[in-house]
């Protein structure tokens, strides 16, 4: 496990929750590309190699993990890489993605590293340890196309690499492992992403981060920051952090880096794929459907609601993130009465059953129609991704990219091969 407050002066393991008790499994299927490549080791048992066995089904039962083909019955079995140089793998069938979403799935991905099973509550448990590197291929420059500027893949790699060892969040740690493998912590998809360019940009980047005071960065990052940047205390609950610190998102000519004269909405998907297909990554308009809100506020808060009547900003952020929103309405005894929602993340929830790109939009009202004009998508503390690839495309250097956005902090290498 990564340990809190410390900076690792050799490349650490890092350990993420690929099934969770809160699946509730019982049975699982698992592959291997090269069986005699792992050992098997239980609680009191090591084996040298899988047998021969490509394929092997698992059960949960009697809180222990059974494996009939191997005859095998302990409460925790690892499979452990015997050449990891060659990076073998292990494929798991069936792992599920965005849990609680309206798009939950489950789909089949294959992992480096050692797998570890064990039984919680009679459930199947998987965890993947493997070294920090390795993981940071899989998941720095996801759904980034291979032909982004490499300036901007650095700074990708930089910042995933310091956000996972400012170790802030810690939400899994009850459960003996860093991160999981969802929106939680950070989507992992095994080495389904993992390209020639994410190993060229991880040995160039090896053991890079950015600190502030002699301690490692937390480097947090959102898709667009519509222009400024805001400011962390406004986002989440916490005192000032001196280099999540509102910026101007501009060039030395006022344009925004995160805008369509330094990046058209086309090329942008180019190089950031189709993440949304009808996505407006800069300026959106989005019209609330009062039905669904009426419902949402009768969901969240056990509102009893039969008409809005106004949606009034109360308190603004620097970057224009609402941070405090009033919704004025009418009761089903025909009161006005009002709510204050609180916190950018709780207005994009409660506004919109798709979660409103952000919270910085101002409020149009036609008749008994509200009109959102929105700009950016996501919290916009910290790096604006889109921002940042525009500094890239306008020849900035890594270095340049990220003292833009975490002001007072360096670029340090903390470890070496
Ligand atoms: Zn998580
Ligand atoms: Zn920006």
């Known amino acids: 496990m990564l340990k809190l407050n410390q900076i690792p002066r050799k490349e650490p393991k890092i350990r993420i929750g690929i099934i969770l008790p809160r699946d509730i499994l019982k049975t ?19 084996f040298p190699s899988c047998t021969n066995k490509k394929k092997i089904n698992i059960e949960a039962n009697d809180n222990k993990i059974i494996i009939p083909q191997l005859s095998l019955n302990s409460n925790s079995i690892k ?14 069938n069936k792992v599920p993605a965005g849990r609680g979403f309206h798009w939950e799935k489950k789909i089949d991905l294959s992992y ?27 998941v720095a420059t996801s759904e980034m196309s291979a ?64 600190t502030y005071n002699n301690k490692i ?21 916490g005192n000032k952090i001196p280099y999540l610190t509102s910026i101007e998102d501009k060039n030395s000519k006022g344009i925004p880096y995160c805008s369509t004269d330094i990046l058209s909405e086309s090329s942008l998907k180019t190089y950031i794929g189709n993440i949304d297909d ?24 056990s509102l009893d609601v039969k008409k809005i009547l ?21 009761n089903i005894d025909d009161r006005t009465m009002n709510i204050e929602i609180i916190s950018e993340y709780q207005i994009r929830k409660i506004l919109s059953p798709s979660f409103l790109y952000s919270s910085a939009f101002t409020v ?54």
């Open 79 to 92: 499979f452990i890489p015997s050449i990891p140089d060659d990076n073998p793998f292990v494929k798991i």
């Open 217 to 237: 960065g937390d480097a947090r990052y959102s898709k667009s920051c519509g222009g400024i940047t805001e400011n962390f205390e406004n986002v989440w609950v």
């Open 112 to 138: 480096w590293g050692t797998i570890e099973l064990s039984c919680i509550n009679n459930n199947i448990m998987v965890i993947n340890e493997l070294p920090l590197e390795n993981y940071l291929k899989c």
């Open 28 to 46: 699982l299927q698992l592959s291997f590309s090269d069986p005699e490549c792992y050992e098997i080791e239980t609680s009191s048992k090591i």
């Open 310 to 330: 106004e949606l009034n900003p109360i308190k603004v952020g620097a970057s224009g993130r609402i941070i405090k929103l009033e919704i004025v309405f009418l």
């Open 278 to 301: 009808d996505g407006e990554y800069y300026r959106w308009n989005y019209k609330i459907n009062n039905k669904n809100l009426i419902h949402s506020l009768k969901n969240n808060f």
């Open 147 to 210: 032909i982004c500027p490499q300036e901007f893949l650095k700074a990708q790699f930089i910042i995933a690499r310091s956000w996972l060892l400012a170790n802030i969040e810690r939400k899994h740690v009850h459960l003996s492992f860093d991160i999981c493998n969802d929106d939680c912590c950070q989507r992992y998809q095994g080495i389904l992403n993992t390209t020639k360019k994410s190993n060229e940009v991880s040995e160039l980047t090896f053991g890079k981060v950015i």
């Open 364 to 417: 149009n009202k036609i008749k008994d129609q509200f009109i959102l004009e929105g700009k950016g998508w996501g919290h916009g503390v910290g790096l604006c991704q889109i921002g940042a690839l525009g500094m890239a495309l306008s020849n900035n250097k890594v270095m340049s990219i990220l003292s833009h956005y975490y002001p007072g902090t360096e670029i340090e290498t903390i470890y070496n091969k």
